[in-house]
């Protein structure tokens, strides 16, 4: 129970990774804040967390809208207590040819999976230098890192989610938070899913390298590197970003 007293909040909860996180860190005594822009996954995935004993609740909210943020966080606040864990997992994807990406998909990338960590980690950061302490882990990705064809907007809206979060790890430490990012690879997820290429084996034409490990990540495997950084284990790492891929961004 090493995470008895504190209050994580984490975004993009309603399912797949942020699920898996805020299952694991409520299984390991974390009153948890589900935020997700939709409020019935949200909701039952709070209600089966509080099932199972474990203190949680659901806060609706679109992540790319900061003044939605800033009333969740508040609110969250005021059941449980300023977060000390941030992990910040909302995103959405969009895939295509640059020459044919049109803008709103382009902005809705931006303003999800990068506006929303710029977001939550204000809102969240402001409360917790005011008590010099706390963790904030971004969930980005590897694509962030290496050039993916037909990804141009989903890899660099995470890119700038990697950056920000970083810089801000700077910001933050002479008041003793910590900021790192957790960059999966492919994992089991509807995001995934919703891809047609085969993720183990790559598609070469479109210069994709398989996955030396031969299998996808299940979100359990996100998780628990997520888990890993916001534990006091994890006490003298900042700035860092972990690949959770299986060897794919070789």
């Given at each position: ?163 920000f979060t970083k810089c801000l790890g700077l910001e933050l430490a002479p008041h003793g938070i910590r900021c790192n990012v957790v960059a999966p690879g492919s994992t089991d997820t509807a995001m995934q899913r919703a891809m047609t290429a085969d993720p183990i084996k790559g598609a070469p034409e479109m210069y994709r390298l398989g996955i030396p490990l031969g299998r996808i990540a299940d979100p359990a495997d996100v998780a628990d590197a997520v888990v890993f950084l916001a534990s006091d284990r994890a006490r ?15």
């Open positions: 129970m090493e995470f008895r007293g504190s209050h994580a909040l984490v975004t993009g909860a309603g399912r797949g990774i942020g699920e898996a996180v805020a299952s694991q860190l409520a299984g390991l005594g974390a009153a948890v804040t589900v935020v997700d822009v939709d409020a019935g996954p949200a909701g039952r995935v709070a209600a089966r967390l509080r099932d199972a004993g474990h203190l949680a609740t659901a806060r609706p909210a679109d992540v790319s809208d900061a003044a939605a943020v800033e009333r969740a966080v508040a609110e969250a606040e005021a059941e449980f207590g300023p977060p000390g864990i941030l992990v910040n997992v909302a995103g959405v994807l969009a895939l295509g040819p640059v020459l044919e990406f049109g803008d709103a998909d382009w902005q809705r990338l931006f303003a999800v999976n990068a506006d929303g960590v710029f977001h939550t980690s204000r809102a969240v950061a402001r409360r917790m230098v005011a008590r010099g302490d706390g963790v904030i882990i971004t969930v980005g990705s590897n694509a962030a890192g290496v050039p993916r064809a037909h990804m141009a907007g989903y890899a660099a809206s995470k890119a700038a989610a990697t950056m003298h790492i900042t700035l860092h970003d972990l690949y959770v891929d299986g060897g794919a961004s070789l």
